[in-house]
């Protein structure tokens, strides 16, 4: 068992440390990349404007539920009026970060693995390569650039979404007062609440998208391996969420 353990950590750090050179090579060719705008734009559409509907509605249900629990709670205390503050604060700075980075992830995330993957098993970047057409210019830091780009976007939409949720349950269902419940957000919020908001989902925008692209990239040229680096994107990116998400709550606190 403590073989296992220690063939487990070794593969872990060797994981680690290739993808690690694979962002050092991103980063290295990143300035070129960025005059190609219109491929970045169109990837920003595929990763961001593709997973609105699903982000817009798991938006509204986590706030409505916000709304009905943060109620539940307040009203033991006598102290219903601060819901807007407690939901706007737990959206802004957790669930909105988090949540929408395992909907990406789940979402644009596999696609950009697979979409990568099945060029490499039908030997598209091959013959790129062959072309002298750099792959890793032409179509996978076009992709990672679109998902750094579009995750910040779409949990400030969730965070929208969210807070109008928990406002149709707080103030049109359970009777609380539309001013106290707007008014004490605005007084409760500040700028450190929104910019570890911020902070975070660029952060797994980052996470998540360096993954997908280097699961895709250097998935197996079969059907089995881009499913493969297709379930390994989803899983290794829920857990990394979740540990830097630990992070960088313990730093900012």
């Given amino acids: 068992m403590i073989g296992e353990l220690r063939r487990s950590l070794v593969g872990a750090l060797g994981g680690l440390g290739d993808i690690s050179l694979f962002l050092v090579r991103l980063i290295a060719d990143m300035p070129r990349a960025l005059l190609r705008f219109d491929l970045i734009a169109k990837q920003v559409f595929n990763s961001g404007g593709l997973s609105l509907i699903i982000i817009m509605l798991s938006g509204l ?18 102290s ?7 939901a706007a604060i737990g959206l802004v700075r957790e669930l909105s970060p988090v949540i929408t980075a395992l909907l990406f992830a789940g979402r644009a995330g596999t696609a950009l693995a697979s979409e990568i993957g099945l060029m490499r098993a039908t030997d598209q970047l091959s013959a790129m390569e062959m072309m002298a057409v750099d792959p890793i210019r032409r179509v996978v830091l076009p992709r990672f650039l679109g998902g750094i ?7 400030a939409i969730f965070s929208m979404i969210g807070l109008y949720g928990a406002q149709l349950v707080g103030v049109q269902m359970m009777g609380v007062d539309s001013g106290s419940f707007w008014s004490q957000m605005q007084a ?3 700028l450190r609440d929104i910019n570890e908001g911020l902070v975070k989902s660029a952060i797994f925008g ?31 990116s829920a857990v990394v969420v979740l540990f830097l998400d630990y992070l960088l709550t313990f730093a900012f606190l």
């Avoid at 249900?61 to 006598?78: A, H, I, S, T, Y």
């Avoid at 980052?206 to 899983?235: D, K, N």
């Fill in 61 to 78: 249900f986590v706030g409505m539920v916000l709304g009905l629990q943060g109620f539940e709670l307040l009203q033991r205390f006598g």
């Fill in 80 to 86: 219903e009026e601060a819901l807007g503050t407690a």
């Fill in 149 to 155: 780009i579009a995750m910040p976007l779409l949990a």
């Fill in 188 to 190: 409760a919020v500040e």
């Fill in 206 to 236: 980052i996470a998540c998208s360096l993954i997908a692209v280097y699961e895709g990239y250097y998935a197996q040229p079969t059907a089995e391996g881009v499913g493969l680096a297709t379930t390994r994107t989803v899983v290794t």
